[in-house]
């Protein structure tokens, strides 16, 4: 996150690889370079808002023989989080030898559309968590919800990638919220809300070539929920893929004091992505 004002970080965002995942990993780099480019790669995006479960998707993915995975703190694809311009991108899958090219894509949400038509064929892993669980782990990572908020409101280019893409319908949901008045945790929520509605104005809704992927789900039932994942990007998921889930490991679920406003639109959003 390149900007001044990117949220205060008060923890960890990925966890250290452990010996035996360095391991595979360099296996499976040593093995991609052995071989030519293939002839038919495929392009996968791993997306959603900060704090969905993102990093877990990924862990999974980076455990797949046939992939190649870019994460976002990966300084060759990323610039603080953000990811490098597009003639890089083009240079890393131009380079890989792997057959499927991952990469995470969450300040990137609103470009998602013109990534997926770049580099085809290409597929989105859009993850999506409860907002109050989103809110309260970004709340216990992450600071400036509110200024973030108020400056959006007044204009969108303010506060970097938050407001790329942001429609007009959207920027006046956060002008109604800011008007009725945001704590951080009401805040924290309406950036849930302002960053996922963007899955229904790229149409993914209808496009098959994007799936969302809960995390409670994931958790709940890891062997399904990978299996539903495998045959969606076609993609063999060993034990070894699965195993990176940890079933049950999620935060509980509690209230936290979100805005009855903010609340309504969050929970519209909800069931609109309940109803796919």
Not at 26 to 55: I, M, Y
Not at 121 to 144: C, H, I, K
Request: glycine share 6%; hydrophobic share 40%.
């Amino acid at each position: 996150m390149s900007s001044s004002e990117a949220p205060i970080s008060r923890g960890g965002r990925d966890k250290p690889l452990a010996m035996s995942d360095r391991l595979y990993r360099l296996c499976k780099d040593v093995n991609h370079r052995l071989h030519a480019r293939p002839a038919h790669r495929r392009h996968v995006f791993v997306a959603g808002v900060q704090r969905s479960g993102t990093n877990l998707l990924m862990q999974v993915l980076d455990r797949v023989w046939d992939t190649d995975v870019y994460h976002e703190t990966d300084p060759r694809a990323f610039d603080r989080y953000e990811m490098r311009p597009q003639p890089v991108i083009d240079a890393l899958i131009d380079r890989s030898r792997a057959p499927v090219f991952v990469i995470k894509s969450l300040c990137e949400l609103q470009d998602l559309d013109g990534l997926m038509k770049r580099h085809p064929p290409a597929q989105t892993l859009w993850m999506l968590r409860g907002y109050e669980d989103v809110a309260r782990s970004m709340l216990a990572s992450f600071g400036n919800f509110v200024r973030q908020a108020h400056r959006l409101a007044e204009n969108r280019e303010s506060a970097d990638w938050r407001g790329r893409g942001m429609s007009d319908a959207t920027q006046t949901v956060l002008r109604e919220a800011v008007a009725n008045g945001l704590d951080e945790a009401s805040a924290a929520a309406l950036m849930w809300y302002y960053r996922n509605v963007l899955f229904f104005e790229q149409g993914f809704a209808v496009n098959s070539d994007v799936r969302v992927v809960r995390y409670e789900a994931l958790l709940a039932e890891p062997r399904l929920e990978c299996g539903r994942i495998a045959d969606f990007l076609g993609l063999p998921l060993s034990p070894k893929a699965v195993a990176a889930i940890s079933p049950g490991s999620g935060r509980p679920a509690g209230d936290l004091p979100i805005s009855p406003l903010v609340r309504r639109y969050c929970d519209d959003l909800m069931r609109r992505f309940e109803a796919l």
